[in-house]
């Protein structure tokens, strides 16, 4: 189970709020047909992946997801937390929003420093864990090639910092049990270790995704296509020796991107 965690002053939890599942409702496609599926079922724990071509709704999907859309946009589509429309404050109050969407385009336009804004949010949360700041950074540290400094700006971050810095703040200090990553695993952060951390954190993980690895790696894929869900694949055992394979070429891959990085020449490839 997910718990909507909310601090009381004695720094204890409690749990206003328990989110069992999230259910996605069919809305319509580009052309107004209704889409094909009856229902889509999200719980904690989950890893989904959403695929499909430039401009076929992805996004739209996630968004619809992020706002618990009630057939307010322009896919028309439902999203109703334990079978019932979601509660206003889950909308309209960003302290107890249970989704956190990161997006390609997140950017900080706050010119304070990193712990300073991190500080902020920790203030506006009335969390009292001093050493949650210095735990934020360094879970953000484990996400991206260069460290983010305390004191740097966060209008200095680069985008793969921040974006790293902004799931470390979604896992630790929002303590979403939600997470929409939108297209986050191409830009600059290590996403096995994401997705490891947000597995063992129990947070329900959505992909939009184009890569190979994360798409094989979630149990269930939404396909789109012309702004509707196309079909839900769930393949199981059937990639299990596609996913060992990919697994093995990324590996690979990542280390010569790596070795790109450091400056070195590459002469040859040795797979791992
Ligand atoms: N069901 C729909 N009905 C009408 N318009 C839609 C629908 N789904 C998506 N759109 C619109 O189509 C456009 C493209 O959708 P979206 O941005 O979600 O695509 P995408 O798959 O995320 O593309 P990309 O891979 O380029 O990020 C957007 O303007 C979106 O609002
Ligand atoms: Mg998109």
Do not use: W
Request: hydrophobic residues 40%.
């Amino acid at each position: 189970m997910i718990h909507i965690k909310k601090y009381h002053t004695n720094n204890q939890y409690m749990h206003p709020r328990t989110i069992e599942e999230i259910t996605i409702l069919p809305g319509k496609n580009r052309s107004g047909n209704i889409e094909n599926f009856s229902s889509i079922t999200i719980r904690p724990g989950d890893t989904i992946s959403i695929v499909g071509p430039t401009g076929s709704g992805k996004s739209a999907l996630v968004n619809d997801i992020e706002i618990f859309a009630h057939g307010d946009t322009v896919t028309g589509r439902t999203i109703l937390v334990n079978g019932e429309q979601a509660p206003e404050d889950f909308v309209r109050d960003p302290a107890k929003k249970p989704v956190a969407l990161i997006t390609q385009n997140t950017k900080c336009l706050a010119d304070m420093a990193v712990e300073d804004f991190l500080e902020m949010h920790v203030r506006s949360r009335k969390m009292t864990d001093e050493r949650i700041v210095e735990k934020t950074i360094a879970l953000a540290n484990e996400f991206t090639g260069e460290k983010i400094r305390p004191g740097v700006r966060m209008t200095s971050l680069s985008g793969g910092q921040t974006r790293s810095l902004m799931v470390a703040d979604a896992i630790i200090i929002s303590n979403a049990p939600i997470i929409l990553l939108d297209e986050v695993e191409n830009a600059g952060i290590f996403k096995e270790k994401v997705i490891e951390c947000l597995r063992t954190h129990q947070k329900a993980l959505i992909f939009v995704t184009h890569d190979p690895v994360v798409s094989l790696l979630s149990a269930k894929r939404i396909v789109m296509k012309n702004g509707a869900v196309e079909c839900i694949l769930e393949p199981g055992d059937e990639e299990k020796e596609a996913l060992a394979e990919i697994i093995r070429m990324d590996q690979t891959f990542c280390r010569m991107r790596e070795l790109i990085r450091a400056g070195e020449i590459i002469r040859s490839v040795n797979p791992v």
